[in-house]
């Protein structure tokens, strides 16, 4: 079977090509303003591009219209995030949750957000929300995680990372940290052989090449440290 229109736009999307997707999905848009796929698909492809505003107006408008809002909304605080725009993420990903209050995935981006904007406390409150709804959702356990090593409790950060690691056994983030906080508490084997794994998911990350580089240090091997 042939593809839809939409469905050529969102291939076009997954494979780079953001020049086309957006042709595509803006005709698709400008056919029929009410077409909230159109308009999510169009918004999508002008966040690649790095129109803001745009971005963001499609995003409202496609949501507005869309019988799962939340999805929409949750990449709207995606877009704002990575434009630097926190507050107003921290806002979108607000709206998410209250418009799909059994959304794990709503709730632990809105606790990523509010721990970048170092509200702490409500940021562990959303990642419990999530958790309470997903015990293994992945993204929340590591924000707890990160919580728990913020405040120097690295024992508790470490299980919170194991779990993450137990309920996505590639996330980098997981192990990444996990690594970190075993360097803190001296476990340096069992921290390389962590951050050797994230090094693995993700070949040649800063963090993780400089989290293995600082271990190493700890341990006297300062050759490789610094290769």
């Not at 953001?18 to 909230?36: C, G, M, V, W, Y």
């Not at 591009?49 to 995003?59: L, M, S």
């Not at 959702?137 to 137990?166: P, V, Y």
């Amino acid at each position: 079977a042939s593809m839809t229109r939409l469905q050529q736009a969102a291939a076009f999307l997954q494979s780079g090509d953001t020049a086309r997707a957006l042709a595509i999905a803006e005709a698709e848009a400008k056919s029929n303003p009410q077409d909230a796929e159109a308009l999510h698909l169009m918004a999508l492809a002008l966040s690649k591009t790095g129109d803001v505003d745009r971005a963001a107006t499609a995003f409202e408008a496609a949501a507005a219209l869309h019988p799962r809002k939340e999805i929409i909304l949750v990449n709207l605080g995606n877009h704002l995030k990575r434009a630097g725009r926190l507050r107003e993420a921290a806002e979108a990903y607000e709206r998410a949750a209250a418009a799909a209050p059994g959304s794990a995935g709503a709730w632990a981006a809105l606790g990523a957000a509010r721990a970048q904007l170092s509200d702490n406390p409500a940021a562990a409150e959303a990642y419990n929300r999530a958790l309470g709804l997903n015990a293994n959702n992945a993204a929340a356990l590591i924000g707890l995680g990160n919580l728990a090593a913020a405040r120097g409790r690295h024992a508790d950060a470490i299980g919170s990372f194991t779990q993450a690691i137990a309920a996505d056994p590639r996330s980098y983030a997981a192990h990444v940290n996990r690594g970190a906080a075993l360097r803190m508490l001296g476990r340096t084997g069992e921290a390389l052989a962590d951050l050797d794994r994230a090094l693995t998911l993700a070949p040649g990350h800063p963090e993780a090449a400089f989290q293995r580089a600082s271990t190493l240090r700890v341990i006297g091997r300062f050759d490789e440290a610094a290769v």
